[in-house]
Structure formats: structure tokens, C-alpha cells
């Protein structure tokens, strides 16, 4: 089982991006599905985190700029990035709670905002 994150890459101050987390399986046996982040010489750290039935949770530093959503038909879950800031550059992982296969992970996306 796999978690196909991608949509990192290297954007200015202000500007957008769109991470994308396709899992090998459906998207329907996986409970919880969400974004963390790892800063240089920092601990991963929760980014957002959506149930199957919609209920989001995201950190405090994100709220009001991220989104995160869901495409069944597309078995896809993304994290829309808005009005990115330097402090939010890091390798984003996206996981999956799976009650068979237990705790999922990607392999990471590089994102860096530049000032």
C-alpha cells in the first residue's frame, strides 16, 4: 500500500501551491487522511487532517490559509496552499489511517517559499 504525494516545489512569499496524496487503495478504507511537515532540525508536525466524514482539523500557523479536500472520484486528497510563507517551507508528508494496513505514509513532497 502507497501514498503518492506530489506538488511540492519552489515558490515566492505569497504565491500557491497544490499538494496531491493519491493512496493505492481506496480512498474509502482509509479513515483519516492528512498533511504533515518537516522543517530542517525540526520535529514533523500536523499540518491538517480530514475524516472521511469531512471533519477537519488543521494547525493554528495554517488556519485561514490552507484547505484541505477530497476527490473520490479521483481517490485523491489535497492541501491547497495559499498565501505560503517562508516558515512553511519543509518536506510535506501525506499519511493515511487505515484500519487494515494501520498508519500510512508518503514519501514527501519538498515545499520552499522564498522572501
Known amino acids: 500500500v502507497q501514498l503518492q504525494a506530489s506538488g511540492g516545489g519552489l515558490v515566492q512569499a505569497g504565491e500557491s501551491l497544490l499538494l496531491s496524496c493519491a493512496p493505492s487503495?481506496?480512498?474509502?478504507?482509509?479513515?483519516?487522511m492528512g498533511w504533515y511537515r518537516q522543517a530542517p532540525g525540526k520535529q514533523r508536525e500536523l499540518v491538517s487532517t480530514r475524516t472521511t466524514a469531512g471533519l477537519t482539523n488543521y494547525a493554528d500557523s495554517v488556519k485561514g490559509r490552507f484547505t484541505i479536500s477530497r476527490d473520490n472520484a479521483k481517490n485523491t486528497v489535497y492541501l491547497q496552499m495559499n498565501s505560503l510563507k517562508p516558515e512553511d517551507t519543509a518536506v510535506y508528508y501525506c499519511?493515511?489511517?487505515?484500519?487494515?494496513?494501520?498508519?500510512?505514509w508518503g514519501q514527501g513532497t519538498q515545499v520552499t517559499v522564498s522572501s
Open positions: 499519511n493515511g489511517d487505515s484500519v487494515r494496513y494501520g498508519s500510512l
Open positions: 487503495i481506496s480512498i474509502f478504507n482509509i479513515r483519516t
